[in-house]
């Protein structure tokens, strides 16, 4: 589910955080999840300040547009993400500006070490389902 910019995770240049900032990041995502189940969706997508797709609660976002893969810029706040750099480094995607709202033939996934996990819909919008999610994501290994 795609959130408002003033309810977003904020990131960007990591810092370590005392145990009261970590719980407080913590309880941050947490709400998020929290929201996106209660609209009926199982995961959650967080908007940069500026109202750009920056990332998942717990992965990076892949967006396949006209046969191309792209993913949010790390100035989003998205963090940097395993698999987000191989497939930057192997020169299968590439990092865009990506509005909230999908265009028709758009196939989104959500990606991080553990996994790849197409998504059926954001908010409103039904998107593509990728044939071969974990496929794309062996590929990256």
Avoid: F
Avoid at 17 to 32: D, E, P
């Amino acid at each position: 589910m795609a959130l408002a910019p003033d309810q977003e995770v904020r990131g960007g240049a990591a810092a370590q955080l005392t145990a009261a900032g970590q719980q407080q990041c913590l309880i941050r995502a947490s709400a998020v999840c929290l929201e996106a189940r209660s609209a009926g969706a199982d995961k959650a997508l967080l908007l940069s300040s500026g109202g750009e797709l920056c990332c998942g609660t717990t992965a990076n976002l892949l967006i396949q547009r006209q046969g191309q893969w792209l993913t949010p810029k790390l100035g989003s706040g998205c963090l940097p993400g395993v698999m987000r750099a191989q497939l930057l480094e192997r020169g299968l995607g590439k990092e865009a500006d990506l509005s909230p709202e999908p265009q028709p033939g758009d196939a989104w996934l959500l990606i991080n070490s553990l996994g790849c996990r197409p998504l059926s819909r954001v908010d409103e919008h039904p998107l593509e389902l990728h044939p071969n999610a974990e496929g794309l994501w062996r590929s990256l290994l």
